[in-house]
């Protein structure tokens, strides 16, 4: 199985703040990496596909880059609906996998 | 507009076994795959289960295999999950999820059905 591990699992930031998570795979996933932003008692919601593809409706302050291994999630400018938990996950083999998650709290 | 609703989640004993349904709406439900992710109480996002467009390919995750079938009726939008033999750990809220083409993403979800087992 592919293993994904998220840092940090959480962190505290302010509005306005540029926050930056990453997310890294146990083995090469190419762009197979998906970012999920999840609020309390809501489901998921996708930010971000294949690596650095928006999902229709995200605010462009988000932004992903990376492949291979090695990926991250950029809020340019963090406003106050932002505060939630982010996932990675892999869609690179048939047993899907998400990373811990991040908890994204107000300083 | 987009929409999954997914039904049936509630308290079981352990050992015991329930069903769980997911109403697919707004989009043509036999040309995706659709999964299974759960969610225990705060804990993070396991993916179960997930089921082609027209069934015929299937996978599982370790946690539940043998325990757990998903399946799907094209003719009624609908996905299911059989669960037998529940245990503790199983406890969860469990959403369905539309995959997306394009590297596979999830991009649709169902608000989810909690299911809890506890004797």
């Known amino acids: 199985d592919i293993q994904m591990t998220q840092s940090p699992s959480s962190l505290s930031a302010s509005v306005g703040d540029r926050v930056t998570i990453t997310c890294r795979a146990s083995?090469?996933?190419?762009?197979?990496l998906n970012w999920y932003q999840q609020k309390p008692g809501k489901a998921p919601k996708l930010l971000i596909y294949?690596?650095?593809s928006f999902q229709n409706g995200v605010p462009s302050r988000f932004s992903g880059s990376g492949s291979g291994t090695d990926f991250t999630l950029t809020i340019s400018s963090l406003q106050p609906e932002d505060f939630a938990t982010y996932y990675c996950?892999?869609?690179?083999?048939?047993?899907?996998?998400f990373g811990g998650g991040t908890k994204v709290e107000i300083k | 507009q987009v929409q999954l609703v997914e039904s049936g989640g509630g308290l079981v004993k352990p050992g015991g076994s329930l069903r769980l349904s997911c109403a697919a709406s707004?989009?043509?439900?036999?040309?995706?795959?659709m999964s299974w992710i759960r969610q225990a109480p705060e804990k993070g996002l396991e993916w179960v289960s997930k089921?082609?467009?027209?069934?015929?390919?299937?996978y599982y995750a370790d946690s539940v295999k043998g325990r757990f079938t998903i399946s799907r009726d094209n003719s009624k939008n609908s996905l299911y999950l059989q669960m037998n033999s529940l245990r503790a750990e199983d406890t969860a809220v469990y959403y369905c999820?539309?995959?997306?083409?394009?590297?596979?993403?999830?991009?649709?979800w169902g608000k989810g059905t909690t299911v809890t087992v506890s004797s």
């Open positions: 294949a690596a650095s």
């Open positions: 089921i082609s467009s027209n069934g015929s390919t299937i």
């Open positions: 707004g989009f043509t439900f036999s040309d995706y795959y």
């Open positions: 996950q892999q869609s690179y083999s048939t047993g899907s996998t």
């Open positions: 083995q090469s996933i190419s762009s197979y």
């Open positions: 999820a539309k995959e997306g083409y394009d590297r596979r993403p999830m991009d649709v």
